[in-house]
């Protein structure tokens, strides 16, 4: 009883975060933002299961995600015309449909192969499909695209959805649900087997599995998933264009899952939140954030190839033997002056980009033009890397400490002992 209370509190939290986060982010703004993370929140899970859980690269899973909602949003047209009748609540099962039939359909000839024979099978029908959105303007709507009205459909207990609120709680909804039937893939032999075909084939065909059989369930789940995402964005904004069919999108939910961290169930939700606060709030104040998006992406795979995900499992031992403590102290050391070297590089990036007038920044005037400005920034810059690097053997030193696992004294001591003992 108490393991099982153990694995549902963390859900239990889900929930209420979900639930609770527009009570204290009540703004416009904040609602719209919102409601873009559920949406990518369930798309780059959905995308994890390919490559994360299954280890199909993939550069066309855009395709998934748009054509469920393109027909989200038929469906909303049909329900504004009265040919149908249910409530909008199912139109992102109705993507989610979509996307699955698609996904059968190109995971029937796409999955036979797998590495880099499948990742380019994927780009080719990615921009099959993406092309074919301006041709068949009857159903795409062309570079238009399709827009539709979910104010039409019929009230639940009252609720109209008329504001960006409900579509909010709505969309929570479904986030939990496909969040946690997604999870539950995981537990699946089909979801264990993925795993097992992931890491070696060849063996899981030696106990008896169809690597490519295994391949083809996690790529039709996937695309199911990716069609809910679909529909969520078709009720959401209420329209849709070949941008959600193209190479772009499916680049954004690759760099979602892999910073937030590939393998690990929660990395791609960390992974949605960042890049959606970075396209929704740094874009407010600076034109040059896809740059820092790239540079961000660069930094990962350099120097957290498990992403965020990835660094915070990695705590795991010092967090159980209770030496997590000890890292607090040597992370402020050396995060200050790395914080202050990114910030200050940021500044100078800024400053080169800057072109009409003075820039301000914390009461210090910056021009472009100023030679004077530019050496004080590089001497800042230079004090902050140098600061951080001499604070890193620390750090390490601190690191090794707190991961080691047993008392460091009694392990010299064991060491003695058996020095002794040879001696003798």
């Known amino acids: 009883m108490k393991s099982l209370s153990m694995k549902l509190l963390p859900w239990a ?7 609770g986060l527009p009570l204290i982010f009540n703004s416009v703004l904040a609602i719209s933002i919102l409601n873009q993370m559920a949406i990518a929140i369930v798309f780059a899970l959905s995308y994890n299961m390919l490559l994360g859980q299954g280890g199909m690269l993939s550069f066309g899973h855009a395709v998934y995600f748009g054509l469920g909602g393109f027909l989200a949003v038929h469906a909303l047209i049909m329900i504004e015309f009265e040919t149908v009748y249910f409530s909008i609540i199912y139109i992102p099962l109705v993507g989610g449909v979509f996307g ?22 994927s780009l080719g029908v990615g921009e099959l499909i993406a092309a074919s959105s301006l041709i068949f303007v009857s159903f795409f709507g062309g570079e238009a695209g399709v827009s539709g009205d979910r104010t039409y459909g019929p009230p639940l207990f009252g609720i109209e959805f008329f504001q960006n609120i409900e579509i909010y709680y709505l969309a929570a909804a479904w986030v939990f649900i496909a969040t946690l039937f997604m999870y539950l893939f995981t537990q699946t032999p089909a979801g264990r087997m993925a795993n097992a ?10 106990i008896g599995y ?7 369930i996690s790529f039709a789940a996937a695309g199911f998933f990716a069609g809910v995402a679909g529909g969520l964005f078709a009720l959401n904004y209420e329209f849709i264009t070949e941008e959600n069919l193209n190479a ?9 899952a892999y910073i937030g961290g590939l393998g690990y169930f929660i990395g791609p939700i960390i992974g949605a939140v960042v ?60 995060g200050i002056p790395a914080l202050l070297f990114t910030s200050l590089c940021i500044i100078m990036i800024e400053l080169s980009h800057h072109e009409e007038g003075a820039m301000h920044v914390l009461g210090i005037t910056l021009e472009q033009s100023s030679s004077l400005s530019w050496i004080l920034l590089a001497f800042a810059t230079a004090a902050a890397f140098y600061a951080t690097r001499r604070t890193l053997p620390q750090l390490r030193s601190a690191w090794d400490t707190a991961n080691h696992i047993g008392d460091p004294a009694s392990t010299k001591e064991e060491d003695t002992t058996a020095k002794g003992a040879k001696q003798s």
């Open 100 to 121: 699955l039939l698609a996904a059968l359909f190109i995971g029937s000839f796409s999955t036979r192969k797998a590495g880099t024979v499948f990742a380019m099978i």
């Open 197 to 206: 075909v992931r890491d070696n084939p060849e063996r899981a065909e030696f």
């Open 248 to 256: 772009a999108t499916s680049g954004r939910v690759l760099l979602m």
């Open 13 to 19: 939290g889900y929930l209420i975060a979900m639930l």
């Open 275 to 334: 890049l959606t606060l970075m396209n929704s709030l740094l874009s407010n104040y600076s034109e040059l954030w896809m740059l820092y998006l790239g540079i961000l992406f660069v930094l990962t795979v350099m120097f957290l190839p498990r992403g965020f995900a990835g660094f915070i499992m990695m705590h795991q031992v010092a967090w159980a033997q209770g030496k997590l403590k000890h890292l607090l102290l040597p992370y402020l050391v050396t």
């Open 210 to 216: 169809s690597a490519r059989w295994v391949r083809f």
